[in-house]
Nanobody, 116 residues
Framework: QVHLVESGGGLVQPGGSLRLACAASGFTFSTAIMNWYRQAPGREREFIARIARTGDSTMYADSVKGRFTISRDNAEKTVYLQMNSLKPEDTAVYYC?????????WGQGTQVTVSS
């Protein structure tokens, strides 16, 4: 059974940093493209970042480009999202998503709140 468990969320002041992690199990991690999305209250889920299976290619939404960095450790079956220079508008529930030829799975999300 596929499991994706996000961690690392919390309350941070504007300008601060957080590192999210998503631990995967139940599938061959190295075969999956990994994505991070977020959903703020009253808004649709929004794509944030993507990393290729081997980690050699990444893609970011314009809203986070230059501030967020996605990475992965295939040996540890974990994908990370380093978030710097956080803004109040980054407040949302952050989800990881695994996509492969056989799965399209989501974690339960982790709350990130940016507030002074």
């Amino acid at each position: 059974q596929v499991h994706l468990v996000e961690s690392g969320g919390g309350l941070v002041q504007p300008g601060g940093s957080l590192r999210l992690a998503c631990a995967a199990s139940g599938f061959t991690f190295s075969t999956a493209i990994m994505n991070w999305y977020r959903q703020a209250p009253g808004r649709e889920r929004e794509f944030i970042a993507r990393i290729a299976r081997t980690g050699d290619s990444t893609m970011y939404a314009d809203s986070v480009k230059g501030r967020f960095t996605i990475s992965r450790d295939n040996a540890e079956k974990t994908v990370y999202l380093q978030m710097n220079s956080l803004k109040p508008e980054d407040t949302a529930v952050y989800y990881c998503n695994a996509v492969s030829p056989v799965i399209n799975s989501w974690g339960q999300g982790t709350q990130v709140t940016v507030s002074s």
